[in-house]
């Protein structure tokens, strides 16, 4: 579904400060964040996206709209050289509900403590075009088409598996 927040998006992502609440106490945190992209999955189209701005909403695939203001496609990552969080344009961070292959990828409230690490991120691979999660798992579609969930599977290092091929700008 098309998000639209031109507002927030002419603002240059430099920061977001995200109120974490536990226990009734609400603790604060700024992280510095990449310029948002969106992210393709190889030799297609086909980019993350969103069908609710809610945490627990699945991640899925959907024809790629590079427009600034169709923020359900734009992410950005903590700027961790190696570790990092991937946040959308409204908050929310990407989250697993499990460890195990064929679990999905959700949104969630970030988390940035280096302990959460169903939130933790890297690029791995051959030129680095996985996403692999801290559990060792990287982000895979079943599918090349719209409305596919982006899955967790074990990591194939492999020019020809690209379902496990990420691009963007970051």
Request: proline share 2%; net charge negative.
């Amino acid at each position: 579904m098309r998000r639209k927040l031109a507002p927030l998006m002419s603002v240059v992502f430099t920061a977001v400060t995200v109120v974490l609440a536990g226990a009734g106490v609400a603790a604060a945190t700024t992280e510095t964040l990449s310029d948002p992209s969106n992210m393709e999955v190889s030799l297609t189209t086909l980019c993350w996206d969103i069908g609710a701005n809610t945490p627990g909403t699945t991640v899925g695939l959907a024809n790629c709209h590079y427009a600034a203001d169709y923020t359900s496609q734009k992410w950005s990552r903590t700027t961790d050289y190696y570790i990092f969080n991937i946040v959308n344009a409204n908050g929310l961070c990407l989250d697993l509900g499990s460890n195990s292959v064929g679990a999905h990828v959700v949104l969630a409230k970030c988390h940035f403590e280096d302990t959460y690490s169903s939130q933790k991120w890297h690029r791995s691979g051959q030129a680095g075009y996985a996403i692999e999660n801290s559990n060792g798992l990287c982000m895979d579609v079943g599918a090349f088409q719209a409305g596919t969930p982006v899955g967790m599977n074990g990591c194939v290092f492999s020019s020809s598996y690209t379902s496990q091929q990420w691009h963007g700008t970051w």
